[in-house]
């Protein structure tokens, strides 16, 4: 069973610096699906962040804080990543990565992707 395991969420004080891993299992391969870094606030719903295509492109969303996260893919370890810099309170969010299968194109569109990481909270606070 393809699994998609995160991992760098915690707690940090505003300004400072994050990166979330994801990491797929070994029968499945990351590189010709688009990657997406979704997260969901408290009381509010899930949203698309940024978006790493097949073919390398990026795609950022309306609250993917341009300029202060980045998404990146290493093919040979299988795993995405969401840097996340100068990281303020209402980034505090359960962050998620998901792949589509077979879609190399992004989608904002949580119903596009068929793979999705179990989640890690991110926490900013002084």
């Known amino acids: 069973q393809v699994q998609l395991v995160e991992s760098g969420g915690g707690l940090v004080q505003p300004g400072g610096s994050l990166r979330l891993s994801c990491t797929a299992t070994?029968?499945?391969?990351?590189?010709?699906?688009?990657l997406t870094w979704f997260r969901q606030a408290p009381g509010k719903e899930r949203e698309a962040l940024l978006c790493l295509s097949a073919s390398g492109s990026t795609t950022y969303y309306p609250n993917s804080a341009q300029g202060r996260f980045a998404i990146s893919a290493d093919t040979t370890k299988n795993t995405m990543y969401l840097q996340m810099n100068n990281l303020k309170p209402e980034d505090t969010a359960a962050y998620f990565c998901?792949?589509?299968?077979?879609?190399?194109?992004?989608?904002?569109?949580?119903?596009?992707?068929?793979?999705w990481g179990q989640g890690t909270q991110v926490t900013v606070s002084s």
């Open positions: 070994s029968e499945y391969t990351l590189k010709w699906n688009a």
């Open positions: 998901a792949s589509r299968r077979g879609g190399i194109y992004c989608s904002p569109m949580e119903r596009d992707y068929h793979y």
